[in-house]
């Protein structure tokens, strides 16, 4: 089945530092997502992203669809205390009728302030 | 507000034990989803539909079933519980294509 690998598996930053993480996929996706957890509750969405090329900002977070469509990163500039969590990726081939989505294994970030 | 909510948010039970935890939503999506989520494994998926009367396996559906008499609620059984079932399970739903799901609270189930 299709796999994502998600890099790196943990952060540790001083408050201030930016961030950057991402996702490589063996195989094509039609969508990418970007999820946070906060401990003890369930995956937020951040940012969506449905075309090629696309970048995308929410707040200081930055998203882009990779060009090959087999890979994506997140930024995450002037990190603060409560951007604290683990952060999944998530792909989804939306060829067909498959809503699927498949998770990376998530980047635990810590902050320090 | 549209929400998704999950009932119970804890649950300890017993090996053996029929267990039903509920997923509901409202604001009408179509496809509804369950994951679990362990420490080493990231999200699984559990089982999914994608409107009234479907419901498809995920990777992990061994012990599990679902059933979707209606648009909102998608509840998860687990027919005979049993140790290795002990994790956290969330529920989702998403729209048509668009792919992006939004996730409940999360249960955790403890089963000894």
């Known amino acids: 089945g299709q796999q994502l690998n998600q890099s790196p598996q943990s952060m540790f930053i001083q408050e201030g530092e930016d961030v950057s993480m991402n996702c490589t996929s063996s195989?094509?996706?039609?969508?990418w997502l970007w999820y946070k957890q906060d401990p003890g509750e369930g995956p937020v969405l951040l940012i969506a992203l449905y075309k090629a090329g696309e970048l995308t900002s929410n707040g200081r977070l930055t998203a882009q669809f990779g060009i090959t469509r087999k890979d994506s990163f997140l930024n995450i500039s002037a990190s603060i205390p409560s951007d604290v969590g683990i952060y999944f990726c998530a792909g989804q081939d939306s060829g067909g009728s498959n809503y699927k989505l498949t998770f990376g294994k998530g980047t635990l970030l810590t902050v320090n302030p | 507000d549209a929400e998704i909510t999950q009932s119970p948010r804890h649950k300890i039970t017993e090996t053996g034990r029929q267990v039903t935890l509920a997923c509901h939503q409202t604001w009408n999506h179509n496809n509804m989803f369950w994951y679990r989520q362990d420490l080493g494994h990231g999200l699984r998926l559990i089982h999914y539909?994608?409107?009234?009367?479907?419901?498809n396996k995920g990777e992990v559906s061994d012990g599990y079933s679902v059933s979707r008499s209606n648009t909102e609620d998608l509840p998860l059984t687990l027919e005979s519980a049993a140790s290795s079932q002990t994790s956290v399970y969330f529920c989702a739903s998403s729209i048509g294509r668009s792919g992006a799901q939004y996730f409940g609270p999360g249960t955790r189930l403890l089963v000894l």
């Open positions: 195989s094509i996706f039609n969508t």
């Open positions: 539909s994608y409107g009234v009367q479907d419901t």
